[in-house]
């Protein structure tokens, strides 16, 4: 190998020794934030939706997808609805992350005392509301001409004595069709209340086994669509909506403009009033907060367009919600998304958003310790040089005793002399090397000439 070349590649050696300490304190540092911060979200996450064929069902398919883009699989839970999500979600024993909750749902659930040999309740946050969800109460119309001449409800009270259903028990709806017959001072047991799910609902509804039933839903919901357009089937309208959202802040009064359903049939023939709860996307505090992000940013772009009863833009929205605002999902609706998410790939940017802190800190630490790097290379080539001048010594010191003898001097000092030849090092550093082999020719010298001894 040509001398400059194993001069190159040794000095490269001696820079690495001496730099890699700091590199592997760098790493562990590194390696022990990385597991302390765990910046990387989990690649499988639960989301509750709700009984099937209903909105929450559609809208879970829709993050299914969203979420598919970053390699994150979401497995949808089935439930009973917005309280039953709420329940799973509080519950630790229960495998489910995120769920979709109706405004209100949280004030039908008691709050038994915690016994001692439980776990607390599981903290939740919010990601933002996500739409509208009308109370949309259907009525045969053949059933309110039989207590109406033109056939159509006007008021709640005047639902006495029908077959009316309330709605799935653990879903919200019945919890918020109570309050609105309740502020009407309608008692529950004035109706012949029923509580099946929306589907047997529909159907019994349409087969004249029920006179009316409540759904509250977002107007994506197939059986909504389906009824606002099945002649014989009227919905109630809410001509004091403001009334009720004075009452119950988690309600909205709400607008279905004309011909929204049926342009070509106008369905309907007017606007509409009518007050709408709104959906939240309600996670576990302890959701990791990569996921939280990826999940706001889905609903910007499942829940952004306009809607029947919402404008463009409208949703998601921090407001309304509640549950406290989750951190990251605020820092969305307050900037958009990170600035390094719109120029790198997610799991990138989200890694280094996660991780800069800690790497200013490392480097805070590592900084100071940078300046022994020269200093310690300096000293380790020397020292190659330098642990020669010993032996050189000691032969100086021998030379100095009685009966020393000068030839197997004058041959050790040649070997050491050998030695130095072979000694590589930086060519900065030769002046050194050639300081050494000039003091052993300045002792074998002395001792040729009997100056020492």
Request: hydrophobic share 40%.
């Amino acid at each position: 190998m040509p001398r400059v070349i194993r001069e190159t590649l040794l000095s490269m050696r001696d820079l690495v020794t001496t730099v890699g300490p700091f590199v592997l304190i760098a790493l562990a540092m590194l390696i022990a934030m990385y597991v302390l911060l765990d910046p990387e979200p989990p690649r499988h996450v639960v989301l509750g939706t709700g009984p099937e064929g209903s909105a929450y069902e559609e809208f879970g398919r829709r993050y299914v997808e969203e979420l598919r883009k970053n390699h994150i699989r979401v497995e949808l839970r089935r439930t009973l609805g917005s309280r039953d999500n709420l329940v799973l979600l509080r519950d630790p024993k229960q495998q489910i992350d995120l769920a979709f909750v109706q405004g209100g749902a949280s004030e039908t659930i008691r709050q038994p005392s915690q016994p001692a040999d439980e776990a607390e309740p599981i903290s939740l946050v919010s990601l933002g509301t996500l739409s509208y969800d009308p109370v949309w109460i259907f009525y045969r119309e053949a059933a309110a001409k039989k207590m109406m001449r033109d056939g159509a409800f006007t008021e709640l009270p005047q639902f006495r004595g029908l077959r009316f259903n309330y709605g799935l028990r653990g879903s919200g709806t019945p919890g918020i069709t109570n309050r609105l017959f309740a502020a009407n001072l309608v008692d529950r047991d004035e109706l012949k209340r029923s509580l099946l799910e929306d589907t047997p609902a529909v159907v019994a509804l349409l087969a004249g086994d029920l006179d009316a039933l409540s759904l509250v839903t977002a107007p994506e919901s197939p059986m909504v669509q389906m009824l606002l357009q099945t002649p014989g089937v009227k919905l109630f309208e809410f001509p004091n909506a403001e009334a009720y959202t004075r009452r119950y802040p988690y309600l909205t009064p709400v607008t279905l403009p004309r011909s929204v359903v049926d342009l070509s049939r106008d369905v309907p023939p007017r606007d509409l009033p009518l007050i709408a709860t709104t959906t939240s996307l309600v996670a576990r505090e302890t959701t990791h907060p990569a996921l939280i992000q990826l999940f706001t940013q889905a609903a910007s772009r499942i829940h952004g367009h306009p809607g029947w009863v919402a404008r463009a833009g409208q949703f998601p929205s921090p407001a309304q919600t509640e549950f406290p605002l989750a951190k990251d999902a605020e820092r969305f609706y307050r900037t958009g998304p990170p600035l390094l998410q719109r120029y790198l790939p997610f799991w990138l940017a989200n890694l280094i958003d996660r991780m800069w802190v800690a790497i200013v800190s490392i480097g805070i630490v590592l900084i100071p310790l940078s300046r022994l790097i020269p200093p310690l290379y300096v000293f380790r080539i020397r020292s190659r040089i330098f642990r020669w001048y010993r032996q050189l010594r000691a032969i100086e010191d021998r030379s100095e005793k009685k009966g020393a003898s000068f030839p197997e001097l004058v041959a050790e000092l040649d070997k050491l002399d050998e030695k130095a030849a072979r000694i590589n090092v930086p060519l900065a550093y030769t002046d050194e090397l050639y300081s050494l082999r000039q003091n052993i020719d300045l002792v074998r010298d002395r001792l040729r000439s009997g100056k020492l001894g």
